[in-house]
T-cell receptor
Framework: EADIYQTPRYLVIGTGKKITLECSQTMGHDKMYWYQQDPGMELHLIHYSYGVNSTEKGDLSSESTVSRIRTEHFPLTLESARPSHTSQYLC?????????????FGPGTRLLVL | SQELEQSPQSLIVQEGKNLTINCTSSKTLYGLYWYKQKYGEGLIFLMMLQKGGEEKSHEKITAKLDEKKQQSSLHITASQPSHAGIYLCGADYTGTASKLTFGTGTRLQVTL
């Protein structure tokens, strides 16, 4: 079982609030990812990082931002939450070993913006 | 993603029955990943199949990659209630396995 953690697991918040979703992994993985998943829909990559001080936007445009100051920590921030941000956010990490690498996922954060 | 189609979308089987889930790609696959997701939770890694065609088994689950058809199948033998969940395939189209494209999933229910 992968050692990757996300907090909070559930969050209900009002429009306009700033929120930070936490993601930490204890495996020393260089690569980390954030996915967004709406109910019944596929996962969409919104951010990824190949190491400290490296962040890139994913395939799906997102108003969120990320930072990677420490290897084990990859927080996602929404400066001003809106109802359209309601979704499940999944964090993953992988070891940079090339074609055979496997992404391990955290339990997810379900966000509801009222 | 239309690049990756999973079928069926949902499946209800009686405990003890066998079942197969398919994942078909419209592009060349470098690798194919299978995950299981409980509703509202994260993904649990099941198996990874590499380009060239491969078959792997773990407990009662067998996955195959048919390179010619660009299709993978996940077969569960003698299904149990613990197999219930959403099965997702993820495609590696870049060869780096860093940016996966996921299917919409197959929802499996196992009845007693």
């Amino acid at each position: 079982e992968a050692d990757i953690y996300q907090t909070p697991r559930y969050l209900v918040i009002g429009t306009g609030k700033k929120i930070t979703l936490e993601c930490s992994q204890t495996m020393g993985h260089d690569k980390m990812y954030w996915y967004q998943q709406d109910p019944g829909m596929e996962l969409h990559l919104i951010h990824y990082s190949y190491g400290v001080n490296s962040t890139e936007k994913g395939d799906l445009s997102s108003e969120s931002t990320v930072s990677r100051i420490r290897t084990e920590h990859f927080p996602l921030t929404l400066e001003s939450a809106r109802p359209s941000h309601t979704s499940q956010y999944l964090c993953a990490s992988s070891e940079a070993t090339g074609a055979a690498e496997t992404q391990y996922f955290g339990p997810g954060t379900r966000l509801l913006v009222l | 993603s239309q690049e990756l189609e999973q079928s069926p979308q949902s499946l209800i089987v009686q405990e003890g029955k066998n079942l197969t889930i398919n994942c078909t790609s419209s592009k060349t696959l470098y690798g194919l990943y299978w995950y299981k997701q409980k509703y509202g939770e994260g993904l649990i890694f099941l198996m990874m199949l590499q380009k060239g065609g491969e078959e792997k088994s773990h407990e009662k689950i067998t996955a195959k990659l048919d390179e010619k058809k660009q299709q993978s199948s996940l077969h569960i033998t003698a299904s149990q209630p613990s197999h219930a969940g959403i099965y997702l395939c993820g495609a590696d189209y870049t060869g780096t396995a860093s940016k996966l494209t996921f299917g919409t999933g197959t929802r499996l229910q196992v009845t007693l």
